[in-house]
């Protein structure tokens, strides 16, 4: 029997974003009350929200990872995909926005435009996920939709059409009502020359036509006004993404494609993958590239229910897919889907249980944790366990995590930058089987020495191709690409313990007896002899240095400049225009962080640090080099 649920025809999936403490999870909870999947909206403080379901996002009152709640208005099924709004968990924002049909971001008519919320449109924009923006907390002492419009203008789009007016802003009696039609329609007209012909020709539009023409604008964004915590203008939201976002029909026709874009455990410990399928259909018993479905739970108003098929649009939580990662492709990726483009963790931190006895739980954990999330990446270095990061929040994150899932309290040291190291210089090594010093029945030679920065890993093979073991490998470049490998253990930790990159490594020397050397003697065998080569050769360990992009007010580029300058970014390229100020120039990865946090106040919250890693510089001061 089919125990899927009665579906809608057409499904929205609709993103929630906004800067910490703009009133994003409070405007969720309004539209799930609204929507009618819950009797009552929950409140942060009071921890009762729908979407923040880990504990600690209760106590913090933020968001940390991705959730999904559901309502249905006529004939389409609402998602409502509640994203992160700290820095910190930027790269979760990236995963979630890549589901999207369209998102709200919220902006506070108290505080304004913020710096991450220009970070959150710009990820919007990137991936072309249309947006619409909702001015709240209009009923807050010192509420000014009007002045919070000029900044979303200003900061972010300047085609932006206001669907709401506000009266008695900044008092508990604050509400709004519909932009009259001729207002509205002088607004779209002045971006739509089709319109403004039709207005002249045939007098005032529809409403209708109207909604149609915004519908069409692809540059210009709806703007309205309320307050999620009193549920003023929030039923304005539903109706405006309803009208202005694309939703599926959830057609069953072609090849089976979705997304996982989170993964968890249950209570039993099994793989639970949300996936949003954009064609086809996912069914119990499917077998897919990483795994075969061995259930499914399908998200309906009051949470998510068993089913057993799902088709495109829908979010669908399924069990048995063990070898997916999130990011991962059930089936081929549409064309013009782009990817998620965040960059890895910058900063690492020693992790240490405070019970000793808990340490090699605290490992099992951890590597259990990273195989669920590539925000968490770990790796041993002199016996300690090294947790990369993106910010302390994060670290604080992980650490509440340890300890209410695995019950394991840990001590964590202070964030620093993850370094590489590069060959110094030409390094030579070789173990040949039947030496006294090595125990495995194969032979391999090689020399390692510096590659072009930026290079990565390059392997040449140039030992006799009869010295090689190919009836193990069958061809040249089969027995490279095992090598290949086989380089990334050697390579994890070079002498200072440091990832080695930017490295050419030759092959040679091979050989082995006349039985065949089963390929983990190789690749032991291959790990000793390049780590005996980089210690000969001997590293140069090098610090990421970020290319930093600073947008901020021109009314403050003396004291912005101040603060660049005690951090040596001093601007290798300036434009200015009469309202904003962008400076280009380099500087040190293990200062972005603290000059973001002056440059905030220097530019009076509205400083926008966009930084990505552009190259390694050799630290000041180099480490001893170990010899043995």
């Keep these: 029997m089919d125990r899927t ?3 809608p025809r057409r499904w929205l999936n609709l993103g929630v974003l906004a800067h910490v403490d703009a009133g994003k999870t409070s405007l969720t909870e309004a539209l799930l009350q609204l929507g009618g999947a819950v009797a009552q909206a929950g409140r942060v403080d009071d921890g009762t929200t729908q979407t923040d379901s880990l504990a600690m996002e209760r106590r913090r009152g933020i968001t940390i990872r991705a959730a999904v709640a559901t309502f249905h208005v006529a004939d389409v099924g609402v998602n409502l995909v509640d994203t992160p709004g700290h820095p910190d968990f930027i790269a979760e924002v990236d995963r979630s926005l890549s589901v999207l049909d369209g998102a709200v971001l919220v ?6 435009v913020q710096a991450q919320t220009i970070v959150l449109h710009r990820a919007l924009r990137r991936l072309d996920v249309p947006t619409i923006f909702f001015v709240n907390k209009v009923d807050r002492m010192g509420a000014d939709a009007g002045r919070t419009i000029r900044q979303i203008q200003r900061h972010l789009t300047e085609s932006v059409v206001p669907l709401s007016v506000v009266h008695n802003a900044g008092t508990p009696d604050a509400r709004v009502e519909d932009v009259g039609r001729e207002q509205l329609c002088a607004e779209l007209a002045g971006h739509d020359d089709e319109l403004l012909a039709e207005w002249i020709d045939h007098g005032l539009p529809s409403r209708e036509r109207l909604w149609q023409s915004l519908r069409s604008l692809t540059h210009a964004s709806a703007v309205l006004c309320g ?47 949300s996936i949003r399928l954009r064609t086809g ?9 990483q795994g075969v479905v061995t259930a499914m739970q399908i998200h309906q108003p009051g949470g998510a229910v068993p089913g057993t098929r799902a088709t495109a649009g829908q979010i669908v939580q399924v069990e048995g897919l063990d070898q997916a990662r999130i990011g991962d492709w059930i089936g081929p990726r549409p064309s013009g889907v782009p990817a998620p483009n965040f960059l890895p963790p910058a900063l690492q931190s020693t992790i240490t249980a405070r019970d000793p006895g808990q340490q090699h739980d605290l490992h099992k954990a951890l590597a259990e944790l990273a195989d669920l999330d590539p925000l968490i990446t770990l790796r041993v270095r002199d016996d300690e366990l090294h947790v990369s990061l993106y910010g302390r929040v994060q670290q604080e994150v992980i650490a509440e995590t340890l300890a209410t899932e695995y019950g394991i309290e840990v001590l964590l040291g202070q964030p620093s930058v993850i370094c590489v190291e590069r060959p110094a210089g030409v390094g030579h090594a070789v173990l040949r089987y039947g030496e006294p010093d090595h125990q495995y029945p194969f032979t391999l030679g090689v020399t390692v020495e510096p590659a072009a920065p930026g290079i990565g890993v390059s392997l040449v093979v140039a030992a006799e191709h009869g010295s090689l073991p190919l009836h193990v490998y069958g061809t040249i470049e089969g027995f490279r690409e095992a090598v290949y490998r086989y380089l990334d253990e050697p390579l994890a930790a070079g002498p200072n313990g440091w990832p080695v990159t930017d490295v050419k490594i030759t092959v040679v020397e091979s050989g082995y007896p006349p039985a065949a050397p089963h390929p983990a003697h190789v690749r032991y065998t291959t790990a000793l002899v390049v780590k005996e080569a980089l210690e000969n050769a001997g590293t140069t360990v090098c610090e990421p240095i970020d290319r930093v992009n600073v947008e901020f007010p021109s ?23 009469s309202e904003l100020a962008v400076v280009q120039g380099a500087v040190r990865t293990g200062s972005v962080d603290a000059l973001r946090n002056e440059l905030t106040g220097a530019a009076h919250g509205l400083a926008v640090v966009d930084a990505q890693l552009d190259h390694y510089a050799p630290i000041r001061r180099q480490p001893a080099r170990a010899r043995g």
């Design 5 to 7: 649920p009665d579906l």
């Design 107 to 112: 902006v506070s008519a108290v505080e304004g």
């Design 227 to 273: 307050s999620a915590r009193t549920v003023v203008g929030v039923q304005q939201v539903i109706d405006a993404a309803r009208r202005l976002f694309p939703t599926s029909s959830g057609d069953a026709g072609g090849p089976t494609s979705g997304q996982v874009f989170k993964i968890e455990r249950t209570s039993k410990r099994a793989r639970l993958c």
């Design 281 to 289: 259909s996912l069914a119990v018993r499917d077998h897919v590239a």
């Design 555 to 577: 009314d403050t580029m003396p004291e912005v400049l101040k603060v660049l300058g005690r951090y040596g970014a001093i601007g290798e390229t300036t434009t200015l225009s």
